[in-house]
């Protein structure tokens, strides 16, 4: 009798190993025994591989090491039956055993946030050194290097343009085209990287925020989440939303702010649930930020960011070796910087928030949504920002375009979105614009507080009305978007149909009703 020692293989179970390995064992004969063969077929999905065992005399064990636990077998003869005389595998010992799983970090992604911080003090380091480098040489040694130079001032330009057709080519090869749009853009790094790299990230703000998230009982929650899953579920034929899960988190946060990232973990703060007036706002806030999700824009302002970056190192290292003293290569260093982000890093960023909003219009009409909304929440932001007292900047000094502006933008949308709406069966709109409801109860507002500016002091002027703080919980009853009639899925829960146009505007008093039915 023998006892066979086996390390076993990733997989768990003896008996639930999957995938194509065979092992073959040979017991040798040893001490007069014949000579048995005996043959051992495994699952798993590693790659195959032969052993050979040698028997040993009775009582010592026999072993094969492989990659995790032990594992005991018995080998024996039958002796119970003659006839069947031969080594019999029988399990003694425990079962296999496997490590637990370890996520490889994303590589790429990594090696570059990494580096970027790096990149710029070596290109320092460089410059500085080829600067002291060239100022330490005598002036005869300088002069001989210009000659030289200029005589090979052909062979340098040639190389200098054999590496832009490089760097061309490279870039050429990472063009992608983006979806819904099909706008060809630059991708350095792959959608898989990214995907890998946004686990990490939610699980970071999972970490950051565990003390904030409401329960998913509270209307808050509820109302998000309905309104995603509306918005994923009717714009199930782009294969960018089908794929992701998407998952809802709320931040007890008053910051006016929602951000989607690319592997579909929703984060939205109270502070916009707040900003909103209604729930065809809130679908066009989520579509804008589900659009930057499923068109990858992370991966396309990275890459861009990277290309930048790695061109800015040769600009930097000019600078230091050229500039004679530290202080104005700082000066240098500090214009780049201002230069890079004025001219390539903001306008791109602007350009990728556009593209959001018209993506996101659209998401936000196939979901049957009004999306005359859309515009009549930018204006509600540009006045909430001036009550509020935030300073306003010029756009070209800004990652997001201005609330004017993106209001022309969205008003130039509205009409394709309208068809795009139509064509998907929506029931019918309400014939009063919300845009107009909205323009006509601000000049009422403004009208009362110029005649009582004219008044004087006395009399007590109602502020500006601001959206409702209770939006959730009154939405509640009324979370969905109205539904086409060949909708092929039924979402659970009831199905508001919005039909009131105060529902996209400010609250207005009675009497200022009245003036805006008689003005109309």
Known sequence: MALLCVHALRGGRFCSLSALLTRNFQVRKQAGHPVKKASWSLSSRSSCHTVHLRATPAGLPLSLHGNAGRVCYQISPKITSPPQSGPVLLQCGHHFHT??????????????????????????????????????LPANRRQLMREWAWQRRWQLAAMTGVAMVIVALLLLTHLDESPVTGRTRLLVFSRQNYMELAALTSDAYMEEFAELFVPETDPRHQVVERVVQHLAQRNSDIPEMSEVTWSVHVVQSPNTN??????????????????????????????????????????????????????????????????????????????????????????????????????????AAKACADVRAGPVF???????????????????????????????????????????RESCLCPALPATDPRTVFSKSVRVLLEKANDHGRAGPGESLKPLPRSPTRLPAALLAQTMLPLSPNTDQEIKGPVPVITSDKAVAPPVPAEEQHRVQSTS
């Open 258 to 363: 929602a951000f989607v990232l690319p592997n579909g973990k929703v984060f939205m703060f109270t502070g916009m649930l707040d900003a909103v007036a209604d729930v065809h706002q809130l679908s066009i806030v989520l579509g804008h930020e589900m659009a930057h999700a499923l068109l990858g824009h992370s991966a396309e302002q990275a890459s861009l960011s990277h290309v930048v970056d790695l061109l800015s190192v040769v600009l930097l290292t000019a600078i230091w070796a050229v500039c004679p003293r530290d202080s104005l290569a700082l000066l240098g260093q500090w214009v780049q910087d201002k230069l890079t982000q004025f001219m390539f890093n903001r306008p791109y960023s602007r350009k990728l928030e556009a593209e959001a909003d018209q993506v996101g219009l659209q998401l």
């Open 378 to 420: 930018w204006q509600q932001m540009e006045i909430r920002d001036q009550l509020s007292g935030e300073p306003t900047f010029p756009e070209w000094l800004s990652t997001h375009p201005s609330h004017r502006n993106r209001v022309t933008q969205l008003d130039r949308l509205i009409p394709q979105a309208l068809e795009l």
């Open 99 to 136: 490590s637990a799983v370890v996520r490889a970090l994303p590589a790429a992604p990594l090696i570059w946030m990494v580096l970027k911080p790096l990149q710029k003090l070596l290109a320092i380091i460089l410059g500085r050194s080829i600067r002291k480098w060239w100022v330490a």
